[in-house]
T-cell receptor, first 111, second 114 residues
Framework: EAQVTQNPRYLITVTGKKLTVTCSQN?????MSWYRQDPGLGLRQIYY???????DKGDVPEGYKVSRKEKRNFPLILESPSPNQTSLYFC??????????FGEGSRLTVL | AQSVTQLDSQVPVFEEAPVELRCNYS??????LFWYVQYPNQGLQLLLK??????LVKGINGFEAEFNKSQTSFHLRKPSVHISDTAEYFC????????????FGTGTRLQVTL
């Protein structure tokens, strides 16, 4: 089954404790992206990757890092999480931008 | 830069009534347009898309949208809604020139009641 898989789905952590949200897709897509969803703000892009070893900032990259060492994986790293990073995070992929296929989301709470 | 405006944050409607969710976009170049639906506690799934060709696009679950280039709009419609259509709906625009991201609107919460 074609899918985008994120882990963990739910996480509660404390300020400053590094965490990684993994994302994996099995559709051989070149393009992958991370979004955060906040009430009243819709989805905002954090980072995206056009292909392996190619990443770029989206609209709200501060406080996040990403890497794209393999085509299927695109982890999101929060080196020192803060409460304003409490949000619902979505990973998505596509062949060349445009129509995105989304994961189920990861709800992160930073205390 | 492209942007998407969904003027209605919430749309309450009775079951079996028609509904229109509005979406306007701004972009100086050619675009693709999308509507996504998000059911409670789920990810986003594609409802319909406009890439080129006919301006009237039909999607899943009886939804359709019309691309209006002169008004830069892509409104979503359904002639008769069901309780199960209660969800958040997002309009999105993709700039074919930069090809870097899908820009989303802030969403419209459709609440269908009996």
């Amino acid at each position: 089954e074609a899918q985008v898989t994120q882990n963990p789905r739910y996480l509660i952590t404390v300020t400053g404790k590094k965490l990684t949200v993994t994302c994996s897709q099995n559709m051989n897509h070149e393009y992958m992206s991370w979004y955060r969803q906040d009430p009243g703000l819709g989805l905002r892009q954090i980072y995206y990757s056009m292909n392996v070893e190619v990443t770029d900032k989206g609209d709200v990259p501060e406080g996040y890092k990403v890497s794209r060492k393999e085509k299927r994986n695109f982890p999101l790293i929060l080196e020192s999480p803060s409460p304003n990073q409490t949000s619902l995070y979505f990973c998505a992929s596509s062949f060349a931008g445009g129509e995105l296929f989304f994961g189920e989301g990861s709800r992160l709470t930073v205390l | 830069a492209q942007s998407v405006t969904q003027l209605d944050s919430q749309v309450p409607v009775f079951e079996e009534a028609p509904v229109e969710l509005r979406c306007n976009y701004s972009s100086s170049v050619s675009v693709y347009l999308f509507w996504y639906v998000q059911y409670p506690n789920q990810g986003l799934q594609l409802l319909l898309k406009y890439l080129s060709g006919s301006t009237l696009v039909k999607g899943i679950n009886g939804f359709e949208a019309e691309f209006n280039k002169s008004q830069t709009s892509f409104h979503l419609r359904k002639p008769s809604v069901h309780i199960s259509d209660t969800a958040e709906y997002f309009c999105a625009v993709f700039n074919t020139g930069t090809a870097s991201k899908l820009t989303f609107g802030t969403g419209t919460r459709l609440q269908v009641t009996l």
